[in-house]
């Protein structure tokens, strides 16, 4: 079972930048789409962004042009850059991997890394 591992998170004032990482336990990236999700307190899950396997990304209307969602395959590692932070984003951030169908036929599944908490001050 595929893990995986957020980090970056941490206070920040309104206005600042933030950058989350994830790092799956295996090679991952070829088979599905990386999202980030995130859950303020009190309030539901709610996507944030996605990357797919193909490169194409997302976001929710309340990041976009705002938050960037990247790829460094090297590094096998995800990233979300957060800038102009606003104190409504405060909240669990969490990675997310959702195969793709024909891989979810082959027996992959979707996982969820811990989350990391990002708060912002006004």
């Known amino acids: 079972q595929v893990q995986l591992v957020e980090s970056g998170g941490g206070l920040v004032q309104a206005g600042g930048s933030l950058r989350l990482s994830c790092v799956p336990s295996g090679n991952i990236f070829s088979v599905g789409a990386m999202g980030w999700y995130r859950q303020a307190p009190g309030k539901q899950r709610v996507w944030v962004s996605t990357i797919t396997s193909g490169g194409s990304t997302a976001y929710a209307d309340s990041v976009k042009g705002r938050f960037r969602i990247s790829r460094d395959n090297a590094k096998n590692t995800v990233y979300l850059q957060m800038n102009s932070l606003k104190p409504e984003d405060t909240a669990v951030y969490y990675c997310?991997?959702?195969?793709?169908?024909?891989?979810?036929?082959?027996?992959?599944?979707?996982?969820w890394g811990q989350g990391t908490l990002v708060t912002v001050s006004s």
């Open positions: 997310k991997f959702t195969p793709d169908m024909i891989s979810t036929t082959k027996g992959w599944r979707e996982v």
